[in-house]
């Protein structure tokens, strides 16, 4: 069973930058296609940004030019880097394996909480 572990998360005023980690315990990690998800109180979780295993990389509309999805697979670690946050950005953000709508993945990590201030 993969185990995720997020990090980075905090609270930022808008137009600030984060950047996240999540640490994989894929045996594959290299041949994985890895996501980003975002969750905001009430409401489900959401996919934000992917990346394949030849590092082709997929946004949602509202952060492309903003966000940019990496990964270092020595390391095991898929990175989101949030350029220019925006109130809209807050919430509690997931990595997970592979790319699919959040309510395929049975196994998740405790995620890390991104607030931006107005």
């Known amino acids: 069973q993969v185990q995720l572990v997020e990090s980075g998360g905090g609270l930022v005023q808008a137009g600030a930058s984060l950047k996240l980690s999540c640490i994989v315990s894929?045996?594959?990690?290299?041949?994985?296609?890895m996501a980003w998800y975002r969750q905001i109180p009430g409401q489900q979780r959401d996919l934000v940004a992917s990346?394949?295993?030849?590092?082709?990389?997929n946004y949602v509309n509202p952060v492309k030019g903003r966000f940019t999805i990496s990964r270092d697979n020595a390391k095991k670690t898929v990175y989101l880097q949030m350029d220019d946050l925006k109130p809209d950005d807050t919430g509690v953000y997931y990595c997970?394996?592979?790319?699919?709508?959040?309510?395929?993945?049975?196994?998740w990590g405790r995620g890390t909480q991104v607030t931006v201030s107005s």
């Open positions: 990346i394949s295993s030849l590092g082709s990389r």
């Open positions: 894929e045996t594959d990690f290299s041949g994985a296609a």
């Open positions: 997970n394996t592979p790319p699919l709508p959040a309510s395929m993945h049975t196994t």
